[in-house]
């Protein structure tokens, strides 16, 4: 099973790509306020650097925090438009394992079908006006 790992909850971004659980790449970057315009073109980076396909990736798994809001949201809103157009799994994990559960979760057929982020700590919004 292929599969692409997303983490994005700081600055330095990470992508990895895995066949099973055997790392075939990884790649990381500073994106910091830059994560929307870039994370594109190093998922088509890391790809093919893998020698695959986005059509070929049969799994996502994406760490789902805490972190940063906006890391976070536009991550795995990449992660889940990616898993349903290409009508396959998807799992978010936190914790210094989340990667290798990740994957365990993925080969034995888990399916989180749409993930959402763990923040860290509640949102923090304005009351609306009278």
């Known amino acids: 099973m292929k599969i692409l790992a997303i983490r994005t ?17 990884e790649v990381s ?15 088509r980076e890391i790809l093919d650097k893998s020698s695959i396909s986005l059509g070929d990736i049969e799994g996502i798994v994406c760490y ?8 976070l949201r536009i991550g795995l809103s990449v992660a889940n438009a990616l898993a349903y157009a290409q ?14 559960r990740g994957i365990d979760n993925l080969l034995t057929g888990k399916n989180d079908n749409i993930v959402t982020p763990e923040y860290g700590a ?9």
């Open 64 to 71: 789902k925090g805490p972190g940063s809001f906006t890391g």
């Open 9 to 25: 909850d700081k600055p330095e971004a990470e992508l990895y790509v895995y066949e099973g659980q055997v790392k075939l790449a």
């Open 29 to 43: 970057w500073p994106a910091h306020r830059q994560l929307a315009e870039t994370i594109h073109q190093k998922t």
């Open 122 to 130: 509640p949102a923090k919004t304005t009351s609306p006006k009278k």
């Open 87 to 100: 009508k396959i799994p998807i799992v978010a994990r936190n914790g210094k394992s989340w990667l290798e």
